[in-house]
C-alpha cells in the first residue's frame, strides 16, 4: 500500500502486528557498493537487485544507502518477516495443518486433540535464499560493471570454492585500514 512508502509507517505497523516481547521484526543484510560507480549509479544497483530479488518475490523491503566517500559504499537491507495480503493486511507468520492418515482422514491423538504441525506461510527464511540473493547480486552488479566497460567481476564463490588457494583477509573498515 501507498502509506507503507513512509518507512516510518511501514516500521510502526511492523511492530504493531508483532505482538509477541521477542518478536522478530525484520531480517537484516548489507550489501557491499561498487567503488567503480557513482552515487547515483549505485543508488540504481541497490534498487534494481532489491526490486528484482526480493519485492519481486512478494517481500516488503526498505533500504538505505551509506557512502562517505571512505572507500566502503554499501546498503543496509531490511526486509519485513510477515507477508501482506492484496488489501494490505499483515497474513500470520504460520498456519496450524493437520496431519492426515494413509486415507486422508485427520489423525485424533488420544487425550482428543487432532495431530497438527505449524507451517510457515513464506519459505524467506530459508537457507537457500543466501545463495540465492547472492548470484542475484553477482549478476546484476556483473551486468553494471560490463554495461560501464569495466574489466572487474563480482564473484560470490569464496576463495575455495574458486579453486584459489588464498586465505581471504578480514575486513577491517576503513578507519582500521588506515
Not at 571512505?70 to 507468520?93: S, V
Not at 482422514?105 to 547472492?134: M, S
Not at 574489466?151 to 574458486?162: A, K, T
Request: net charge negative.
Amino acid at each position: 500500500p501507498n502509506q507503507y512508502q513512509d518507512r516510518a509507517t511501514l516500521w510502526n505497523a511492523v511492530e504493531k502486528a508483532e505482538r509477541g516481547k521477542k518478536a522478530q521484526l525484520a531480517y537484516s543484510f548489507d550489501i557491499a557498493l561498487q567503488n567503480e560507480f557513482s552515487l547515483e549509479e549505485n543508488i540504481a544497483l541497490a534498487r534494481q537487485f532489491v526490486s528484482e530479488q526480493l519485492v519481486g518475490r512478494g517481500m516488503i523491503a526498505d533500504f538505505a544507502i551509506h557512502d562517505k566517500g571512505d572507500g566502503n559504499p554499501h546498503a543496509h537491507i531490511l526486509l519485513t518477516i510477515r507477508a501482506m495480503d492484496e488489501h494490505g493486511k499483515w497474513i500470520p507468520k504460520a498456519r496450524k495443518v493437520y496431519d492426515l492418515d494413509e486415507s486422508g482422514e485427520r489423525i485424533r491423538l488420544p487425550f482428543g486433540n487432532w495431530k497438527c504441525h505449524k507451517e510457515n506461510t513464506v519459505d524467506w527464511n530459508d537457507q537457500k535464499y543466501a545463495e540465492v540473493w547472492r548470484h542475484g547480486w553477482e549478476t546484476i552488479t556483473n551486468r553494471y560493471l560490463e554495461a560501464a566497460g569495466r574489466p572487474e567481476r563480482v564473484d560470490l564463490r569464496s576463495f575455495e570454492r574458486q579453486g584459489i588457494q588464498q586465505i581471504p583477509t578480514v575486513h577491517l573498515g576503513p578507519a582500521a585500514h588506515q
